[in-house]
């Protein structure tokens, strides 16, 4: 009898496995943003340089590794759990897009190799061998002239007068006046340390950022700044990058254009009447910054090295859209939306559009 009773038992369990599992929307399309990998300063040093490998800006093989990673990551979610995207790579499903810089083109190729790695790759119909080595498949990665690029360079003086709008929501706050004022008494030694004459608190965002990649990499910072000037430049820079961006104001400037191109597709991709089922967008902790400040939900944090935020669009059995939201594969909550979710229309309908 006890045996019987167990039977009956995982048999209601699989009855109900399986009814949550037909009752799982499906997910329809995608679109991730991404950051690149791990790379080199920005900036230099004056007064203590360093000799990088490649040069300044540059993806590192770490950072190569990380979009690897993320990659393979995306395909289980994309082609081994919701199937939307083939097992190998057909033209017409995907769309790629990077800035001009060689570190988001690189992380995004590595970033591919992870979603379609080698020997997924094509073959010659009259030989049957891999078309490439290791039977690799190559997908287009598009791009367009940096001084053309309005989607992907949020921070452009160009086409958003990011400084203006620093100077308009950012730099005459209180909270930005004060952090200067306690800093600005070391402005002339950590200059003379560094060899970069600093004026302002915005300066420390490369700053902070070199000093932030220097201890990654092990290479000492400059002799005459001690380890509490390191440690109080880094979270300085920190701060200011992330307060530039919380100014929900800020936002939405600068990321509406890209917010509106990925609400288009998504869009377009409700109406079922294009192949299209995934688009990537290969940019910078910027890019991510802005798009979370112009939905209304900005970061605490810089975006660390190969982060992703996601938009999936899922349709229900019974015909209904809605849109979820993730950083980093954690759901954020967007304001004018359910906890988790948006329906098609409210996202179609945000302010940050």
């Not at 920005?42 to 993806?59: I, M, S």
């Not at 002799?223 to 440690?231: A, F, G, I, N, Q």
């Not at 009447?273 to 910027?286: E, Q, W």
């Not at 944090?301 to 899922?314: R, T």
Request: net charge negative; glycine share 6%.
């Amino acid at each position: 009898m006890a045996r019987f009773r167990l039977q009956v038992a995982l048999f209601l369990l699989a009855l109900a496995f399986c009814a949550r599992a037909a009752a799982e929307d499906r997910l329809v399309f995608a679109v991730d943003v991404i950051r690149h990998g791990d790379r080199t300063p920005l900036l230099d040093f004056p007064a203590a340089p360093h000799e990088w490998a490649g040069g300044l800006g540059q993806l590192t093989p770490q950072g190569v590794r990380q979009e690897y990673e993320l990659g393979s990551r995306l395909r289980s979610v994309y082609v081994d759990r919701y199937h939307l995207l083939p097992p190998s790579y057909q033209p017409g499903t995907m769309y790629v897009r990077s800035s001009d810089i060689e570190r988001t083109l690189m992380s995004a190729q590595s970033m591919l190799a992870g979603l379609y790695p080698h020997g997924t790759g094509p073959t010659d119909p009259d030989t049957g061998k891999p078309s490439l080595p290791d039977a690799a498949q190559p997908i287009p990665i598009h791009t367009i002239a940096n001084n053309e690029e309005s989607l992907l360079f949020p921070d452009s003086n160009v086409f958003y007068r990011f400084d203006d709008l620093l100077v308009q929501f950012v730099t005459t706050t209180a909270a930005w006046r004060e952090k200067t004022e306690a800093l600005k008494p070391q402005f002339a030694r950590w200059s003379q340390a560094t060899g970069i004459t600093i004026k302002d608190l915005y300066q420390f965002v490369l700053l902070s950022d070199t000093l932030l990649i220097d201890k990654i990499h092990h290479v000492p910072p400059p002799s005459t700044l001690s380890e509490d000037d390191v440690k109080t430049i880094t979270e300085a820079g920190r701060w200011a990058f992330v307060a530039a961006f919380k100014a929900v104001q800020v936002g939405r400037v600068t990321g509406h254009e890209l917010l509106n191109a990925i609400a288009d597709d998504i869009d377009e991709a409700s109406r079922q009447k294009s192949p299209l089922k995934y688009v990537l967008f290969s940019a910078h902790d910027s890019t991510i910054m802005s798009q979370m400040s112009a939905l209304g939900a900005p970061l605490d944090a810089v975006p660390p090295y190969a982060s992703h935020l996601n938009f999936s669009l899922f349709r229900s059995e019974g015909g209904d859209y809605t849109v979820k939201v993730s950083f980093n594969d954690k759901p954020v909550s967007v304001p004018g939306c359910g906890a988790e979710s948006c329906t098609l229309a409210q996202f179609l309908a945000l302010p940050g559009r």
